[in-house]
């Protein structure tokens, strides 16, 4: 097949060019359209991965629905446990009333470590206690992830993979 005459893929764009793709574009965006937050969470995953941390396995518990006894509608909770060569995090996510969350976690061993929690929107932080528990109280639901540092210089670095608060 040969190029259309007075063709050359050399020129430069003209009208004819910009509403063939204006066209594509359109069809594009109406037959499979870009999935909502797909580019924060795709630049989230990015800054996550270029941490030089070791990452952790992911252990996941559901507690059993019927857990709960009386009258008293059930809290949802779930427990997930992280695993790596060199620390184990178990955290509790408890919804609130208002649908933000509460995260309740364990670093093992115990040591002081500071915690981050990362997400698509930035950063918290906070630091364990004596016996390695942590506390983020106010957090609303979506794509996170945990970074665990020692103190010092020439701390180390663990962090979860991404997960659905």
């Given amino acids: 097949m040969s190029a259309p005459i007075?063709?050359?893929?050399?020129?430069?764009?003209?009208?004819?060019?910009?509403?063939?793709?204006a066209?594509?574009?359109?069809?594009?965006?109406?037959?499979?359209?870009?999935?909502?937050?797909?580019?924060?969470?795709?630049?989230?995953?990015?800054?996550?991965?270029?941490?030089?941390?070791e990452v952790m396995e992911l252990?996941?518990?559901?507690?059993?629905?019927?857990?709960?006894?009386?009258?008293?509608?059930?809290?949802?909770?779930?427990?997930?446990?992280?695993?790596?060569?060199?620390?184990?995090v178990m955290i509790t996510l408890s919804t609130r009333d208002d649908t933000r969350i509460r995260i309740d976690g364990w670093a093992a061993p115990a040591g002081e470590l500071t915690v981050e929690l990362h997400r698509p929107d930035g950063m918290v932080s906070t630091t364990t206690d004596e016996d390695g528990r942590f506390v983020f109280e106010d957090v609303a639901p979506g794509p996170a992830s945990l970074l665990l540092?020692?103190?010092?210089?020439?701390g180390g670095a663990v962090t979860t993979p991404i997960i659905e608060l």
Avoid at 25 to 42: F, H, Q, Y
Avoid at 149 to 154: E, K, M, N, V
């Fill in 149 to 154: 540092r020692t103190p010092g210089a020439d």
């Fill in 23 to 53: 066209d594509l574009a359109r069809i594009s965006m109406t037959l499979d359209p870009v999935p909502e937050g797909l580019v924060e969470r795709s630049l989230f995953a990015i800054t996550l991965a270029g941490l030089e941390a």
């Fill in 6 to 21: 007075g063709y050359s893929p050399d020129d430069p764009l003209d009208t004819v060019d910009l509403e063939i793709l």
């Fill in 59 to 88: 252990e996941y518990v559901r507690v059993p629905e019927m857990s709960v006894r009386g009258e008293a509608p059930p809290v949802e909770a779930r427990t997930i446990t992280f695993t790596a060569e060199s620390l184990t």
